[in-house]
């Protein structure tokens, strides 16, 4: 609060950042996948997460909200550190929403029943509060209409955007997307990027995998670009488009654009 470079500019709100990573390691075996990843989220960044295959994007993704579990270091989502097991962990995994490339819909279960399931099971929540805001949550991704089908008679786009309101259920505080539109025909990418747009208007705090580049300069606020497990740059998207620091940034860009 008392520190000098903070008190020439009045805080936008709560200072706590929404997801903060200090000091965090991870291998698997011999394989060093995150190194020394420092990370401060604030509330309502658009986090773009960019990098060739292989360099940790995923693992960072998986680490936030504990699938994978760190060596050493520390991450907390809105100040609290995240616990290593038990019911606290199930809580506060709960607060990071999470979209796979793969859309992990239950297979048996109807669209409806998908979006229901964790607000019953994990939140508590009563049957019918949580059949109306499940409800509420298709509407807003613009499939109401086909919540008593099962997820084989809906296309991916659909899909993928019916993952998106199963973990808007939850009420994250958070939204982890990993790729979320390249298993996609490439005429659906664009109605799933239109409900992640919407979001971010919205103000979640969301960390973005993709390689959409056009989605990453219209709706990033920040770009990570990461290799060999590294944050290598950390900067506006604009400013990495055009003027990348690092050779491994210029080589990708050069590969993608
Ligand atoms: P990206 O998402 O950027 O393609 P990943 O985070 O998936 O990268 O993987 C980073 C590195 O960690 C890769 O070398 C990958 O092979 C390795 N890796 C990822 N998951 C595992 C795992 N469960 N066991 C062993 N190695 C893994
Ligand atoms: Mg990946």
Known sequence: ??????????????ATPMISMHDVEKTFGDL????????????????????????????????????????????????????????????LRADVGMVFQQFNLFAHKTILENVMLGPLKVRKKGKDEAKKRALELLDRVGIA???????AQLSGGQQQRVAIARALAMDPKVMLFDEPTSALDPEMVNEVLDVMTAL????????????????????????????????VEDTDPESFFTSPKSDRAKDFLGKIL
Do not use: W
């Open 32 to 91: 060093h996948v995150l190194k020394h990843i420092q990370l401060d989220v604030p509330a309502g960044q658009v986090v773009i997460v960019l990098g060739p295959s292989g360099s940790g994007k995923s693992t960072l993704c998986r680490t936030i909200n504990r699938l994978e579990p760190i060596d050493s270091g520390s991450i907390a989502i809105d100040g609290k550190t995240l616990p290593e097991e038990g019911r606290a962990l199930a809580q």
């Open 1 to 14: 609060m008392t520190n000098a470079d903070d008190s020439v500019v009045p805080a936008a709100g709560d």
């Open 200 to 231: 971010a208007k919205e103000g979640m705090t969301m960390l973005v995998v993709t390689h959409e580049m056009g989605f990453a300069r219209r709706a990033g606020d920040r770009v990570l670009f990461m290799a060999d497990g590294e944050i």
């Open 145 to 151: 209409n086909q919540a008593e089908k099962y997820p």
